[in-house]
């Protein structure tokens, strides 16, 4: 007679049952830096090919710096092959590859748009700040033993964002918007560094909150079961300096990234759909608000809705009007690496309108490749956070993936005309120092991310001593809570023991 318990264990044959009750042993899992090594050298000699098609186009032989962009461009990627192999020997081998090649191809671009601009040399100038991002990227990896230990100071770093955030405001207006630090020759853009500050910040303060955001026991408007006022109260403040910020700095890119990266990662501790579908009522409210009363943002709504009336009115095409006839010229292949025309559009041709660029002469073949190329790294990134099983680790990798993802999505859908412009950079392509630093900050936290998620437990090194941060008490749950958290990331409890293990 059967004395299981378990119907489908009592089905299962008894030798099934007895292989099963033993685990198997753990997989060691291949460091793959080989692999990576050998990606990178791939990704060097597609932008070779990309330097030579240029210069054949442009002048009939080879571009006279060649040699120094490449070699210095091939330095940078075996020293950051170096930092990797040695500081992170279990990190993703695709991440830093996938960066490296869309980087290049910014070069490049800019390389070619410098070919019509004489005496204007803005690819050098890349170059140095791309430099400094892999100083950055390697420092990153030296220092930061344990993504954990930024924990402690998310409040800090959040403080540290605002006020970067609000720095601008005190700064005059460039091109219609307050988003500029220029002291001297020198120009930054504070938010850029912000949003990984912000990022740290969210991850730290939705890890300890998950539970009450999901679980909601707060104040009922008829059907609808809202969280706890202390809880709650951090969203709407956020959705309130969201709309401050648009104001005071006319930046509709900061604050739609500010807010937007908030809701996602909101979605993503919860699994609730009703704060995405918050999040888009509140932001829709808010920009159709100050679309109306303010003058700057309101021009961006009316240039969107009629992209061609400049041409009607006699003043011939504008920013929005030239992207989609470059667009339209491309075609399929495209007019080739330097034979294209997105000069046309002006100053933006190397700013948030190089996508413009990449369409004319790339054609939607090339432009649909370094989507690709985005969409790997944003993929690897999100594998990065199911993987590596403990909530702040996995809310800041999200989060750090869906920087780069609400970027390229509003930028492409500003160039294309199915959005309006937001004056965002697109991420490693555009020029811009302060942009490609902070992406390639974002490459290192992930590579730290993946190196943790890869390494089996027993050989993860202990946590620093750092001072245990108390965790806030559960709101009790709901009489209709479901009996565990539908989180979208599978994360497990908060704290690791001091030994390593989980």
Not at 187 to 216: C, D, G, M, W
Not at 278 to 302: N, Q, S
Not at 311 to 336: C, D, R, V, Y
Request: glycine share 10%; charged share 15%.
């Amino acid at each position: 007679m059967t004395t299981a318990t378990d119907p489908a264990q009592a089905l299962r044959p008894p030798g099934r049952a007895r292989r099963l009750a033993t685990p198997p042993p753990p997989v060691p899992r291949p460091r793959r830096r080989g692999a990576e090594l050998g990606l990178l050298v791939c990704a060097v000699g597609v932008i070779a090919y990309g330097y030579a098609a240029v210069g054949y186009a442009t002048s009939g032989a080879l571009p006279a710096d060649l040699a120094t962009h490449l070699g210095g461009l091939a330095g940078l990627a075996l020293f950051a092959h170096l930092v990797v192999r040695f500081r992170a020997p279990r990190a993703d081998p695709v991440l830093l590859p996938v960066a490296l090649l869309l980087n290049g191809l910014g070069l490049v671009l800019i390389h070619r748009l410098d070919q019509g601009t004489p005496g204007d040399r803005a690819a050098p100038t890349q170059l140095l700040w791309s430099t400094v991002g892999i100083a950055l990227f390697a420092a990153v990896l030296l220092f930061l033993r344990d993504h954990r230990d930024l924990r402690p100071r998310a409040a800090k770093y959040a403080f540290t964002a605002l006020c970067l955030m609000a720095a601008p405001i005190l700064f005059p207006a460039v091109n219609g918007a307050r988003i500029w630090i220029r002291i001297g020759g020198l120009s930054l853009q504070p938010s850029e560094f912000a949003k990984v500050l912000l990022a740290i910040f969210f991850a730290s303060y939705l890890a300890a909150n998950r539970h009450a955001l999901t679980f909601t026991s707060g104040p009922r408007i008829r059907r609808l079961l809202l969280p706890p006022r202390r809880v709650l109260g951090p969203i709407v403040a956020v959705w309130g300096i969201s709309l401050v910020l648009l104001i005071l700095e006319r930046d509709i890119g900061a604050s739609l990234l500010f807010f937007s990266l908030f809701v996602a990662m909101l979605y993503v501790a919860t699994g609730r759909l009703g704060w995405l579908a918050v999040g888009l009522l509140l932001a829709a409210a808010g920009a159709a608000a100050v679309g109306a009363l303010e003058p700057h943002v309101h021009t961006r709504v009316e240039d969107w809705l009629s992209p061609f009336r400049a041409i009607e009115e006699g003043h011939g095409p504008g920013q929005l009007a030239q992207s989609l006839f470059a667009f339209a010229a491309g075609g399929a292949l495209g007019a080739g690496l330097g034979q294209g025309h997105s000069l046309l559009i002006g100053f933006a041709g190397k700013s948030d309108f190089i996508l413009a660029t990449a369409g004319e002469e790339l054609g939607i073949a090339g432009l649909t490749a370094l989507f690709l190329l985005y969409a790997l790294f944003v993929a690897r990134g999100y594998r990065t956070a199911i993987a590596i099983g403990e909530p702040f680790g996995a809310l800041l990798a999200a989060g750090l993936a869906a920087i780069i993802t609400l970027q390229v999505v509003v930028i492409a859908g500003g160039v294309l005309g199915l959005i309006p412009l937001t004056g965002m950079v697109t991420p490693f392509l555009a020029q811009g120092g302060s942009s490609v630093v902070t992406n390639w900050v974002i490459v290192a936290l992930l590579v730290r991310l993946s190196d943790e998620a890869r390494t089996p437990p027993e050989e993860r090194p202990a946590p620093e001593a750092a001072p245990a941060r108390p965790e806030p008490e559960p709101e009790p749950a709901a009489a209709t809570a479901p009996a565990t958290v539908p989180l979208v990331v599978p994360v497990v409890d908060e704290a690791r023991p001091a030994d390593g293990t989980r």
